[in-house]
């Protein structure tokens, strides 16, 4: 009960409408101005990837042959390396295309050719494509079971393997603001306890009777439940205010979200404890700067390169930022139980740290 009433009063900066306009409309703004600003930074390129195109023969006859061989001498002279599959991996060439090891894979055979394509490189299978359809044109080869007609001029079927979803810029910052802002619930936490020895209210608490592990566990309650419904309300504002994508699985999204609040309120604490006053504050500045920027808040990681791409590994930013990606665009909800992970065990350490200083000092 005394947790629930010391929970209780840290609720209460919901009464100040004020505070709380304030804290929402923040990160809603962030998230709008650097998703509108930056979003050239997600507009697709014109660069063109190595191609390379495996293919087989399914009942080609000779002479299809021989014209395919003579395809080949044209490819290479354009830069496209053809390589044949390995007797008996045909069943895995797909899986090649759609890891990226191949941009595509043609089947030749009587009835014409079939090309799956990783449309995830679009361009390059368009290139592909254009080599392929001189030849089919020659043979008239009809694909029926494609549902394309010889008199639209196009005998290549493709197949797309890979969705190639991307968030867009407002996508991709909805999450990034969304996990930095979360980072910087840290200097709150860190000044939990620093507010009761400010205002001598330390001394009343311990006199009354309320422990201090009953203390410090309904300040870290309370603290965790207003944190998260302030995320809470930012996912939704993004999500039906700016169309913000955050995938068919929300709840496995806020279940990481909720996690990397856990790792910030123990990341306060515990420097709350380990430093006095404003050094404190400080300290949690500097370090939540820093996993910010390294983490991918400004800028996705992958257009970083050198120290600061090494050093993106050590930010919970950027293990939170992946793991919700690979959520909301691969629909892989086995990729939150690393970010997951990693935030519950660095709490984990954290509060250990907080409890064993806590508990050397005479006071709070």
């Not at 394509?117 to 008239?140: F, H, W």
């Not at 870290?220 to 439940?225: K, P």
Request: with cysteine; net charge negative.
């Amino acid at each position: 009960m005394n947790v629930l009433r010391i929970a209780g009063k840290e609720l209460k900066i919901l009464r100040d409408i004020k505070m709380l306009l304030f804290m929402l409309a923040t990160p809603v703004l962030l998230m709008l101005i650097l998703g509108t600003a930056l979003s050239g930074s997600f507009q697709a390129t014109v660069k063109v990837e190595p191609i390379r195109v495996v293919y087989s023969f399914d009942g080609a006859s000779g002479a299809v042959q021989q014209e395919w061989e003579a395809l080949l001498q044209d490819g290479a002279a354009s830069g496209i390396v053809f390589e044949k599959a390995a007797d008996g991996r045909e069943a895995d060439v797909r899986d090649d295309v759609q890891n990226g090891l191949y941009t595509g894979y043609a089947t030749i055979s009587e009835d014409g050719i079939s090309y799956y394509g990783n449309s995830s490189r679009a361009m390059e299978n368009g290139i592909v494509q254009g080599l392929l359809t001189p030849l089919t044109d020659r043979y008239k080869l009809s694909v029926a079971e494609s549902g394309i007609s010889s008199s639209d001029g196009n005998y290549v079927a493709e197949t797309p393997i890979d969705t190639g979803l991307q968030p867009s810029g407002l996508d991709y910052f909805a999450v990034a603001v969304t996990t930095m802002i979360i980072l910087y619930s840290a200097l709150t936490a860190g000044q939990l306890i620093e507010t009761e020895r400010s205002g001598h209210t330390d001394i009343r608490l311990l006199a009354s009777p309320v422990s201090k592990g009953e203390i410090f566990a309904g300040k870290i309650a309370g603290s965790f439940v207003l944190n998260a419904i302030f995320v809470v309300i930012v996912v939704l504002l993004s999500k039906y205010m700016f169309g913000a994508n955050w995938g068919g699985h929300l709840w496995v999204v806020f279940l990481v979200l909720f996690s990397e609040i856990v790792l910030a309120l123990s990341l306060g604490l515990a420097f709350g404890y380990l430093l006095k006053g404003n050094v404190a504050g400080s300290v949690l500045m500097m370090i939540i700067q820093v996993a910010a920027f390294v983490g991918g808040a400004y800028t996705p990681v992958e257009n970083t390169s050198g120290l600061m791409y090494a050093l993106a590994a050590y930010s919970p930013l950027h293990w939170s930022n992946e793991a919700i990606l690979q959520i909301i665009y691969a629909g892989e909800l086995e990729a939150s139980l690393p970010a997951m992970l990693l935030n519950t065990g660095c709490s984990v350490l954290l509060l250990a740290l907080a409890i064993v200083l806590m508990r050397r000092r005479e006071g709070l």
